[in-house]
Nanobody
Framework: QVQLVESGGGSVQAGGSLRLSCAAS????????MAWARQAPGKDREGVAGISDDGITTYADSVKGRFTISRDNAKNTLYLQMNSLKPDDTAMYYCSYYYKYYGQGTQVTVSS
């Protein structure tokens, strides 16, 4: 079955960086549309970034220029490089396969 396991979250100060990873299994990763989503307390889950099988990327306006999504098909791994982090980026971050399957999430906390 589809399994998505996120890692790399943590607590950082504003302006800092984190790199999230997502290990995927149970399906053909190389042909899948993958994405990162996040959910802050009291808010709906929102898409952050997506990447197609051929590497085309999309970003939410709130993270453009600061976050970079990438994938390593040889390792079945999805990444999210997050730079210039802001307190508003504080949320649980989820790896997603086609916005249909989600991992358990990894917490990112940004302090001012």
């Amino acid at each position: 079955q589809v399994q998505l396991v996120e890692s790399g979250g943590g607590s950082v100060q504003a302006g800092g960086s984190l790199r999230l990873s997502c290990a995927a299994s149970g399906y053909t990763f190389s042909t899948a549309y993958m994405a990162w989503a996040r959910q802050a307390p009291g808010k709906d889950r929102e898409g952050v970034a997506g990447i197609s099988d051929d590497g085309i990327t999309t970003y939410a306006d709130s993270v453009k220029g600061r976050f970079t999504i990438s994938r390593d098909n040889a390792k079945n791994t999805l990444y999210l490089q997050m730079n210039s982090l802001k307190p508003d980026d504080t949320a649980m971050y989820y790896c997603s396969y086609y916005y249909k399957y989600y991992g358990q999430g990894t917490q990112v906390t940004v302090s001012s």
